[in-house]
């Protein structure tokens, strides 16, 4: 079975501070997809990146990047020099080819000025 | 390019009533899905199409859900009738098709509450 696990529920951190969301997933499939998404207060699931298992090259976008680990089963996500637009709710998820996404049960992270 | 469109944003019934959602893609996706998204969980797969065909429901309540995409284009999720646990937000999203390297774009959602 896919599961994806999300252990941080909320994170509270101040404007220009660095955070780390975890991510850590379960699969027995060799052939996946990981995903991060955005949740505003609008309610819109916003797309922020796609990673397949054989990719392990960490990614860099802008102040956002990704961490994925195959060794650990984990795909985290940092963003650094944190702004209060980054507050948000962030969901980790997990598919199989041509099959639906599986979530977590997401972040929530608040940045204060 | 327009976004996926969803009405109502907001629903309040009481149990026992109908309720129906409407979906409007992104022109020229053949995927669709409905997630339903509870209060502090993550959106969870209702049902899904490819075109006007069901790929996916296994977990869709087919007691009192029921969803339709006659024409492969828009959608409708109707609820008959609703219960206070389907109180949740109801995500479509659509994507160019099934395959699992196509980003799955989402509409702002419909929030239900049932009393």
């Known amino acids: 079975a896919q599961k994806v696990t999300q252990a941080q529920t909320e994170i509270s951190v101040v404007e220009k501070e660095d955070v780390t969301l975890d991510c850590v997933y379960e699969?027995?499939?060799?052939?996946?997809?990981l995903f991060w998404y955005k949740q505003p207060p609008s309610g819109e699931l916003v797309f922020l990146i796609r990673r397949n298992s054989f990719d392990e090259q960490n990614e860099i976008s802008g102040r956002y990047s990704w961490n994925f680990q195959k060794s650990t089963s984990s795909f985290n996500f940092t963003i650094t020099a944190s702004q209060v637009v980054d507050s948000a709710v962030y969901f980790c998820a997990l598919t199989r080819r041509s099959d639906k996404l599986i979530f977590g049960t997401g972040t929530r992270l608040q940045v204060f000025p | 390019e327009a976004g996926v469109a969803q009405s109502p944003r907001y629903k309040i019934i009481e149990k026992r009533q109908s309720v129906a959602f409407w979906c409007n893609p992104i022109s020229g996706h053949a995927t669709l899905y409905w997630y339903q998204q509870i209060l502090g969980q993550g959106p969870k797969l209702l049902i899904q199409f490819q075109n006007n065909g069901v790929v996916d429901d296994s977990q869709l309540p087919k007691d009192r859900f029921s969803a339709e995409r006659l024409k492969g284009v828009d959608s409708t999720l109707k609820i008959q009738p609703a219960k206070l646990e389907d109180s949740a937000v109801y995500l479509c999203?659509?994507?160019?098709?099934?395959?699992?390297?196509?980003?799955?774009?989402f509409g702002p959602g419909t929030r239900l509450t049932v009393l």
């Open positions: 999203a659509s994507s160019l098709d099934t395959s699992a390297t196509n980003e799955q774009f």
């Open positions: 699969t027995r499939d060799t052939t996946y997809y």
